[in-house]
C-alpha cells in the first residue's frame, strides 16, 4: 500500500516512488542521502526555509504539496510554493533535485514538510 513501509525503514511505500528508490529494499545511508534535506535560502532579499529531494522523472500521479507550521500540530499547504527551483539532477538517474521553501516568519519556531498523496 503507499502508506506501508514493507522493510520497516520507515519510509512510506508512496514516498520511496517520488524519490525513485526501491521500495523493496531497506534505506540504506546512501538511500537515505537522497531523502529530502532541510536549509535555508536567501534570494532576491527574501530568506526561505527550503527542503530538497529527487523527484523520479517518470513519477505520475503524485501530489506534493508544500506545507509549513508553527508547531507541527496545525499545518498550513503553501501553493504554490513560495520558492521553487530544480536545482540538479542526479548523476545516475537523471532525475531532477528540486528545492522548494516557504518565507521565513522571522521566529525561532518554523517547520516545513512535504504532504505527499495520490488519487
Given at each position: 500500500s503507499p502508506s506501508g513501509t514493507p522493510e520497516n525503514d520507515g519510509v512510506p511505500t508512496l514516498l520511496k516512488y517520488l524519490y525513485n528508490l526501491n521500495p523493496t529494499t531497506e534505506i540504506n545511508a546512501a538511500n537515505r542521502a537522497l531523502l529530502p534535506s532541510v536549509g535555508t535560502l536567501t534570494t532576491g532579499g527574501n530568506k526561505y526555509i527550503t527542503l530538497t529531494y529527487r523527484k523520479y522523472a517518470l513519477e505520475k500521479g503524485i501530489t506534493v504539496n508544500v506545507q509549513t507550521s508553527a508547531d507541527l500540530k496545525t499545518w498550513t499547504t503553501v501553493s504554490p510554493p513560495d520558492y521553487s527551483a530544480q536545482v540538479g539532477t542526479t548523476p545516475d538517474t537523471n532525475d531532477p533535485i528540486v528545492e522548494?521553501?516557504?518565507?521565513?516568519?522571522?521566529?525561532?519556531?518554523?517547520f516545513i514538510r512535504l504532504d505527499v498523496t495520490m488519487p
Open positions: 522548494v521553501g516557504v518565507l521565513s516568519n522571522g521566529t525561532n519556531k518554523q
